[in-house]
């Protein structure tokens, strides 16, 4: 069969969309100060190009990609550079970033820009083009787009599958991009299967989102082989390696990449913002981003210029009612806790998520009872009642040996199903880093 319309395992949390899945998408009004880290993406970090005193205009470069797997960071407003340091990271440590005093009375337009024409460019130029542009994974991952877009020639790829599935509780950022922009999103597709050629495309979208899967079918380009299928709802539905199995039946081998079977797989958001690219001649410079949760006093979807501080996105919808016990970045099920709201919105982050003492309230940790919940739940088909244990007194090795640690993708399943409140996930992603850690230390000796 061609295709089947969801995986094996997985849970079913609470959606929690309707905070916002009807809330059309607004722009948020530029702030004071904006926050650049040079570590938005996944790969090298980007290397400065700016020093204070600088006067930089939305758009312009502030940071340069430094190499293949790394990508630059332009200004997403007018300003003057006042500080290159340390600033808290949305993932909890200090990374260095450049800060702008944001100009209040600019009107905040472009310089004069080259809008690229995408119908004579060869594939390498529209690859070039998605670098140039900052362009990352907007799903939450920050891979450097234009990576996936040159797989090497001995892996062909045969499908471009866009993930719409957005299968995490609350989050409505893919959903309304959808609903609003889908001329922008089969634009995108247009220009991904050019730069892949691929004659084939497939927009994955679960089906708690029919108008989504409604207006997408309607405005697809006739010429376009190319079709909307609506998936189950199941968590993690978005994860790649689901989505891939969902729609096409194929699975990706432990250790191997999605273009090992012979396909690319992009985020819609993602998929959009490479669309404006070619529209406008604008790098990636802001965002749209779900702010939501019943700690939220008017959940919002917003189109965010990246660098904007947290709390200032939170401001903008409202404030914080008091019970707040938790603001996470990203889903409940995948997301971080923030330690501080000063850290800014960077490219990967596509949500705010404010929890109260009753969603986010600290629950007792017993010992696994070795009921087997967690084996049921694990889309990877894992044992993490097995790594738990492990983790417990840190054989991480042995975790990554015995048990496949790396085919783990964190989403969390197991945490969420687990009657003990074990953070099985959390203690998965503390391995992973220590892993590589003392993987970078054997490499640096
Ligand atoms: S976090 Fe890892 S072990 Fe847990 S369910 Fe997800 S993939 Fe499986
Ligand atoms: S779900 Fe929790 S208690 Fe049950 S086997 Fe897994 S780790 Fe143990």
Not at 29 to 48: C, M, N, T
Not at 374 to 387: E, G, I, R, T, V
Request: glycine letters at 8%; one cysteine or more.
């Amino acid at each position: 069969m061609w295709r089947k319309l969801t995986f094996s395992h997985g849970v079913h949390p609470p959606e929690h969309k309707e905070l916002t899945n009807q809330v059309p998408i607004r722009r948020m009004p530029f702030p004071d100060e904006i926050v650049l880290p040079v570590r938005q993406h996944a790969g090298r970090p980007a290397k400065p190009i700016v020093k204070p005193g600088d006067w930089v205009e939305r758009g312009d470069k502030v940071a340069e990609a430094d190499g293949f797997v790394s990508v630059p960071i332009h200004s997403s407003a007018a300003g003057r550079v006042v500080e290159v340091g340390w600033w808290p990271h949305p993932d909890g440590t200090m990374a260095e970033a450049i800060m702008i005093q944001v100009e209040k009375y600019s009107p905040q337009i472009p310089r004069p820009r080259q809008i690229p024409r995408w119908e004579g460019l060869s594939p390498q130029e529209v690859v070039s083009w998605v670098q140039k542009g900052g362009v990352v994974g907007l799903g939450g991952a920050a891979f450097p787009t234009h990576v996936k877009l040159l797989p090497p020639k001995e892996f062909p790829i045969q499908l471009l599958l866009v993930n719409g599935a957005e299968c995490e509780p609350y989050l409505t950022t893919d959903h309304r991009t959808m609903v609003e922009f889908p001329h922008r999103v089969w634009f995108g597709v247009r220009i991904m299967m050019k730069a892949l050629q691929v004659q084939r495309a497939v927009i994955g979208v679960e089906k708690n989102k029919p108008d989504a899967i409604e207006i997408l079918s309607k405005t697809r380009p006739p010429d376009l082989n190319a079709e909307v299928i609506g998936l189950t709802v199941k968590y993690p539905q978005g994860a790649e390696k689901m989505l891939i199995k969902a729609v096409t039946g194929r699975e990706v081998p432990s250790g191997k990449l999605p273009m090992h079977v012979g396909v690319v797989v992009q985020n819609v958001g993602t998929i959009s913002c490479i669309a404006e690219i070619f529209e406008t001649g604008l790098p990636l410079i802001e965002r749209v981003v779900t702010v939501t949760g019943p700690g939220v006093r008017r959940p919002s979807n917003l189109i965010v210029p990246v660098g904007t501080k947290i709390r200032d996105v939170l401001e903008f919808c409202g404030g914080l009612t008091e019970d707040v016990t938790e603001v996470i970045t990203g889903g409940p099920m995948m997301g971080g806790a923030q330690p501080n709201l000063d850290a800014p919105v960077t490219k990967g982050i596509t949500g705010i998520v404010a929890l109260t003492r009753k969603e986010a309230r600290i629950r007792q940790v017993y010992p696994c009872i070795k009921c087997g919940h967690c084996l049921d739940a694990c889309p990877m088909f894992l044992n993490p009642s097995l790594m738990g244990s492990l983790a417990q007194t840190a054989r991480y090795q042995e975790m990554a040996d015995r048990a496949h640690l790396w085919d783990c993708m964190l989403c969390g399943a197991c945490s969420y199903v687990c009657p003990s409140n074990i953070p099985l996930s959390q203690m998965f992603a503390l391995a992973k880093y220590q892993l590589s850690r003392l993987r970078k230390k054997e490499q640096a000796a």
